[in-house]
């Protein structure tokens, strides 16, 4: 099959290219490169020996997806291509949605006019938001607690009233928890712009000596140690499940949500730990107050994905943390280096 | 102050021109044309002494947003502008959520960069879905039950969320019950196309003799007679509803939701009774199996808005089906005539 894969360049998307390539798929990236290096790319060739179809198109110019639509023939689309911090989305929410579901939008209806009738939808375990308690079941109703998340939990609604429209759409809607860690190899892994989001790449900063120390907000939750619990998965976990879903699409069809996590959680301080462990020495770290909109625990049911796809996570918090840690030590400025 | 009406040439929106330029402000008309008419306007003009600027111009259009607010200077926009029909967007959701949701996203853009912060959007009753019991009240969550009404949700989570990241924006969401009935000139109402989709339209064409007989759809519902409650609001009502809303931002700023509605349901018997006596003949009907979807009752809180605006529904159902009706008689086809 022939997959165009949207965001391709970025973090998920790019170990998504090498797993869909390794399985034997055509792929064709599309990216803007707002937040993602072509150098990515570049480096999943010379790891499969294969080059992919790049093209540097947006989700808000149809015009730019009519051509690329028109340039190729795409048996699915695996769309990743969006803005991703939340934060970030409280202040600026008009770009939020104005990126992802209105381009979201252009991208379906691009979709619809070449007859491309698949797609497998980056969702985000966000779309449970804080009215649920773990572990977050499919079935739970969404009910995010800030604009990134409702971006995602839009989308979801708009392809699944697609889908109930249409049975020649097949959709997959997959909810990822907390992605981490990088390519065995070293070669690819996570560069974020700016101040990392998230635990594990701000860890691997500290480690590498970009960042001071850990901020860790909130030592007072009831859990474990006080600190706040989620569900890592690795991020060649996660491209699996990408490439299990397509699968199931292509044999199946219809409209289906998925959890893609462990099922286990782990505290801040047991991820800082087991990084600490991969770097082999103690990492810096402090403690602050909890920040508004975060929650004690949050980890997937994943018997869904399971039991559908055959699917579950194999690599452990230690794998994450080596593997995270050999793509910062051997980039430590990313792709820039 | 000079207000842009999207939609100012449809049902809702060519009454509320008409409030507004009787309250004193300029006005300026968008409308795509898809359904309404022009004629609308010119009737406006007719009853007003006064021409209103219309500029054809579609939402999905930002390049055409873009001109229009550079020809003029707007100190608010009352955005109407979207498609409505509920069945039809189970069956073209991707149209609906272009036009409505992506439609608004490029209308808003098209303000920020102007500097147009002040909007009144067309919400409604919709958005509370079939999880609550009547009356609905304003901080109900929301739980649409078609695509239709999932727009409206989106744009109300847009507009709220775009209200608290910048305190600049002035933003009321007005919940519409069911409006019906006309100006009482009859020289203005609503003109729908194709088959009507709300009750009292309907029941008009029948007594015109355009449509044979009324379906009434469930009379087993637990209600007084059996059929389905809905809380009818007479558009010059609801369009002065949109001018103490627009009074209201204007004074106060901040992001409001307000019911619009007259607090009180009248049953699908009652309605077709009163219609009968604006006739002055009893108007043939049959009861059909309930709709999926439609709930017994819907009616509103209608305290909220009493209270911050000094609004309330001043006619009664009587005086919304003679006028509904002088409307109908004097244009059995609309503004075709």
Not at 145 to 156: A, L, S, V
Request: charge should be negative; include cysteine; aromatic fraction near 8%.
């Amino acid at each position: 099959m022939t997959i165009l894969v949207t965001g391709g360049a970025g973090y998920i998307g790019s170990h998504t290219v090498l797993a869909l390539l390794e399985a034997g798929h055509d792929v064709v990236v599309m990216d803007n490169l707002s937040n993602a290096s072509e150098e990515s790319l570049r480096r999943v060739a010379e790891l499969t020996g294969r080059t992919v179809p790049f093209h540097r198109v947006d989700l808000t110019d149809p015009e730019g997806l009519d051509r690329l639509f028109s340039s190729h023939s795409f048996d699915s689309v695996i769309h990743f291509a969006g803005l991703k911090a939340v934060g970030e989305s409280a202040e600026i929410p008009l770009e939020y949605y104005y990126r992802n579901v209105a381009g979201t939008i252009n991208l379906l209806r691009a979709m619809d006019a070449h007859g491309v009738r698949s797609i497998v939808f980056s969702s985000s375990a966000t779309v449970y938001g804080d009215n649920h308690h773990a572990p977050f079941v499919e079935k739970m109703e969404m009910g995010a607690n800030n604009p990134y998340g409702r971006t995602k939990e839009q989308i979801e609604d708009i392809l699944t009233d697609l889908g109930a429209s249409d049975e020649r759409w097949s959709i997959a809607l997959l909810r990822y928890f907390n992605p981490v860690g990088a390519h065995e190899s070293g070669r690819i892994g996570e560069d974020p712009s700016g101040i990392p989001n998230n635990l594990m790449p701000f860890i691997a900063q500290v480690a590498v000596g970009r960042r001071e120390k850990l901020m860790i907000f909130g030592n007072d939750y009831p859990t474990v140690d006080g600190t706040g619990i989620r569900d890592y998965i690795h991020v060649v976990d996660l491209a699996a499940g990408h490439v299990a879903a397509l699968n199931y699409l292509t044999a199946h069809g219809g409209v289906h949500r998925w959890n893609l996590g462990a099922g286990t959680g782990s505290s801040v301080l047991q991820v800082l730990n087991a990084f600490s462990r991969a770097v082999g020495r103690e990492l810096p770290y402090e403690f602050a107050p909890r920040r508004p909109g975060d929650i004690a625990e949050s980890y997937a049911d994943a018997s869904a994905a399971l039991a559908d796809l055959g699917w579950s996570t194999t690599k452990t918090l230690d794998q994450m943390c080596e593997d995270h840690w050999r793509w910062q030590k051997n980039n430590p400025n990313g792709y820039a280096d």
